[in-house]
């Protein structure tokens, strides 16, 4: 690892000094190698089912050498399905359709799952692809009905979707950052319905979150503790940052790409404002690393070795493409800011070609605190990534 951090400081003053062709993003070159990769994946995944418990279906990460499946009812099950459903979009070939269809019908009996709020991963990641991508109207009625499981969980008093269930002994009604990517399967839910009863949740949540979990500096609390009868704020925690008080790099890039999702729905400038405010915590952070992949919170204590998370860094790119169409005045610099991350992600995070399983990034961290998938490829910063690449290639104005 710090031999590839020297080689990485080495790359950037070497592409800091060449032409300006040297440090152009090749989203195409990029896109070619990961599509190439994730047939490894295919290969590597249907080979762990063969020896895996029944319902391990769904590859989460790589870890001390084996490929990691899991059921449909872990929040990263929908990731692998959406990812394929961006090779068919890149490719347009008949087996990525295919397979893109079959895992996707793997995870659908989860629209019915209300014991999660993470149904915007897993359902609409997948189903939203294959509607967009098929116009299938089978996918319209999984999406209708992952947003009624998921509008169960609102509570009208507190004004916000509880996200977990476990940890009932300390906290009553949990929400965390994170849960503002959930909101982007109410809108569509309300679009595809015309039942304005998402739409009212989804803004109601975000509405909530902007007024209690941020701090004067824009940066976000991970877990806001509500009380479910009263809706007063109980508490501001943390579960895989560093601290109560830190800046999570993961929860950081949540909120980025939430609040951006949530002006693409609604327009209202208070979430293109708190994108933009949260856009300029992360990209003028003093601790973001000059190849911009955040180390796992930004208020590691051990930084510089503190490990990084690439996942991070893939989800804030993504929004940034995003956001850089809403707000003329900085989209140069927002653009400017995702192509130089993902220059970096790809030159210096990928696996090499055909190793571990066929993930495309390594370096992401999952859980800290607990130990847990510290410095691992992983399934959700791939999607993002290839999001990214994606969105990369749109025309320009
Ligand atoms: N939503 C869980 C995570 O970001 O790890």
């Not at 070619?32 to 249907?46: C, G, N, S």
């Not at 999702?261 to 300029?280: D, F, G, K, S, V």
């Not at 992949?293 to 929004?319: C, F, G, H, K, M």
């Not at 999952?366 to 410095?375: F, M, Q, V």
Request: charged letters at 20%.
């Amino acid at each position: 690892m710090n031999r590839h951090f020297r080689l990485l400081g080495l790359g950037l003053l070497l592409s800091a000094a060449g032409p300006a062709a040297a440090q152009q993003l090749d989203a195409r070159k990029a896109l070619k190698a990961a599509e190439k990769q994730y047939r490894v994946l295919q290969v590597e995944t249907d080979k762990a089912r063969r020896s895996a418990k029944p319902g391990q279906l769904t590859p989460r990460t790589g870890e001390n050498g084996q490929l990691k499946l899991v059921g449909t009812p872990d929040w990263t099950s929908g990731f692998y399905p959406a990812s394929l459903w961006y090779l068919y979009e890149l490719t347009r070939k008949p087996a990525w359709l295919r397979a893109a269809r079959a895992e996707t019908q793997c995870i659908e009996p989860e629209q019915h799952n209300t014991t999660t709020h993470d149904l915007g991963f897993m359902v609409y990641g997948p189903a939203g692809h294959a509607l967009r991508l098929t116009q299938d109207a089978h996918y319209r009625a999984v999406i209708i009905q992952a947003a009624r499981s998921l509008s169960t969980r609102f509570n009208p008093r507190a004004g916000v979707i509880r996200s977990w269930d476990q940890h009932k002994d300390s906290w009553q009604f949990p929400v965390i950052i994170d849960n503002m990517m959930n909101l982007e399967l109410l809108f569509e839910a309300t679009r595809l319905s015309g039942d304005s009863t998402f739409w009212r949740v989804a803004v109601t949540h975000a509405n909530t979150t902007l007024r209690h979990h941020f701090r004067p500096d824009n940066s976000s609390c991970h877990v806001v503790d509500y009380d479910p009868q009263t809706g007063a704020v109980r508490g501001r925690h943390t579960a895989q940052g560093y601290a109560d008080e830190s800046a999570w790099a993961r929860g950081q890039a949540w909120g980025l790409y939430g609040y951006t999702l949530c002006y693409r729905y609604t327009r209202h400038p208070a979430y293109l404002a708190q994108a933009e405010r949260i856009a300029a915590f992360i990209l003028r952070h003093p601790n973001l690393p000059a190849d911009r992949v955040p180390y796992w919170d930004y208020n590691a204590p051990d930084l510089p070795t503190a490990p990084r998370d690439a996942s991070a860094a893939a989800i804030a790119a993504s929004a940034l493409y995003e956001l850089a169409g809403y707000a003329p005045a900085q989209a140069a610099y927002y653009r400017q800011q995702a192509d130089a991350t993902l220059r970096s992600l790809s030159r210096q995070y990928t696996a090499p070609a055909g190793q571990h399983h066929g993930f495309l990034l390594l370096h992401s961290t999952g859980h800290k605190p607990a130990g847990s998938e510290i410095d691992v490829p992983i399934c959700y910063a791939d999607y993002y990534y290839l999001e990214a690449l994606l969105r990369a290639r749109q025309p320009r104005p």
